[in-house]
């Protein structure tokens, strides 16, 4: 058969498209099932959030020991979040990734039956403390990071995030759900924490099943599998650029965790309902997320650069809450004030869905970004946590409403220096793009 080369080239076109489009599912797919182990991975933890009653009656226990737990299992974090990034760093990131899933799954089923020994619902803090955060931590971010390559890391981690949230509602949904189903407490309870085992599990399955490795290597050079030891694990301390991304994300995830009292300043001072504020607090928590972090991280590639965008996206948000720190009023500024909190929080989100495509930009080489991910992650996500909520929670009680404004000046120094640092790494790739062109 005769083929002419107009037609040859429609077939080879042809096929090109195929590839893409084969790769592009894959792409999601990989990216679906990341966001949806994350998403399941720390309901259990955290489930005081939306169960503290019932963990109260279900386990008989102290309102000190049940918050004892999440300080051990912060603790347990903290601890093996270094030694998780080298181990990310040496050994295939799915593996790690499923066995920490299925292991999450399995202490769910072990707390679902035994909550009622409180020396057992410590040890499956502890063990969850290991199976989430440990290695799992470093290697699912490392995982997301290799998935969307050099081009293309903002919307992938934005994508990412949107798929966390999803999952994390729908988990905690379903689990809600179970739990309303039953009027037993302790049993109601029990087939909650079930449903979160089983989530785990289906996106532990997910990754096995979706998340293909090979997919990297179109990306990546063989760098990637590169074993290293722990004397090069510290490579990263050299990088100054890394310094400035652990910055960014702290400041970005500072400002996630302090705007949560926005809430209170909205009951307490603007005269809102308790009910509203509850609902505007869910909204802008959960459901801005899945609007927000896609978009910020197609807008950062569109960039390209991750660092620009935070400057622009800090920039925004100093300005939305300068402005409602210095609005003075009662309940008639609800509505505008409803407005700017909804646009502060999905700001936030799109600066906070491509903080962690910034260690990309300072260049850490792939066979340590494992590491990397470890300190940023203790630097960015568990300091913020240990120290904000305390020094905020110290300042409320001691000045009352009138702490708010210390609270919005926090708020806006964060914004400041994530600039600065956004900056200061915009600048340095400026000089480095500009020696490398001179060589």
């Known amino acids: 058969m005769h083929v002419t080369p107009v037609e040859n080239t429609k077939i080879l076109f042809g096929r090109k498209q195929m590839k893409n489009a084969s790769n592009r599912t894959k792409y999601f797919l990989a990216v679906i099932s990341l966001g949806f182990v994350y998403g399941s991975m720390f ?88 199976a989430s955060v440990t290695a799992f931590f470093a290697a699912i971010l490392k995982a997301v990071s290799m998935v969307g390559g050099e081009d293309e890391q903002g919307r992938t981690f934005g994508y990412y995030e949107a798929f966390c949230g999803l999952s994390a509602t729908i988990t905690n949904a379903v689990a809600l759900w179970a739990f309303s189903r039953l009027d037993n407490s302790v049993t109601a309870l029990k087939t909650a924490v079930i449903v979160m085992g089983i989530m785990s599990f289906i996106g532990g399955l997910l990754v096995q099943l979706f998340f293909d490795e090979k997919i990297t290597e179109v990306h990546y050079s063989a760098a990637v599998k590169k074993k290293v030891d722990i004397k090069g694990t510290f490579a990263v301390f050299k990088l100054p650029k890394f310094y400035l991304s652990c910055v960014i994300i702290f400041c970005c995830y500072g400002f996630y965790t302090c705007q949560s009292f926005i809430t209170p300043y909205m009951t307490n001072v603007l005269g809102a309902t308790v009910t509203f504020a509850g609902f505007l607090a869910i909204l802008k928590s959960y459901g801005l997320k899945l609007i927000g972090a896609p978009i910020g991280g197609v807008l950062a590639d569109k960039m390209k650069s991750v660092s620009k965008f935070e400057i622009l ?127």
């Open 43 to 130: 309901n259990l933890a955290y489930m005081k959030y939306i169960f503290y009653d019932a963990m109260i009656e279900a386990m008989q226990c102290t309102n000190t020991q049940l918050g004892l737990l999440i300080t051990v299992y912060t603790l347990v974090s903290c601890i093996g979040l270094l030694p998780g990034g080298w181990i990310a760093d040496r050994y295939k990131t799915k593996g790690i990734i499923v066995v920490s899933a299925y292991l999450q799954a399995a202490v769910s089923i072990f707390f679902a039956f035994t909550m009622r020994s409180y020396v057992c619902a410590m040890i499956t803090w502890i063990i969850s403390g290991i």
């Open 313 to 439: 996206a800090f920039g925004a948000m100093f300005l939305i809450t300068l402005y409602i720190s210095l609005v003075k009023g009662g309940s008639e500024l609800v509505p505008i004030f409803t407005v700017l909190t909804l646009v502060l929080a999905t700001v936030c989100f799109m600066a906070r869905g491509v903080m962690w495509a910034s260690v990309d930009e300072a260049k850490v080489p792939k066979e340590i970004s494992g590491t990397a991910m470890a300190v940023a992650s203790i630097v960015g996500f568990d300091l913020p946590d240990i120290c904000l909520p305390t020094i905020i929670g110290n300042w409320l009680d001691k000045y009352g409403n009138a702490a708010y404004g210390r609270v919005f000046t926090l708020l806006c120094g964060m914004c400041v220096a994530g600039v600065l640092a956004s900056l200061a790494m915009v600048v340095l790739n400026k000089k480095e793009a500009k020696a490398a062109r001179s060589a």
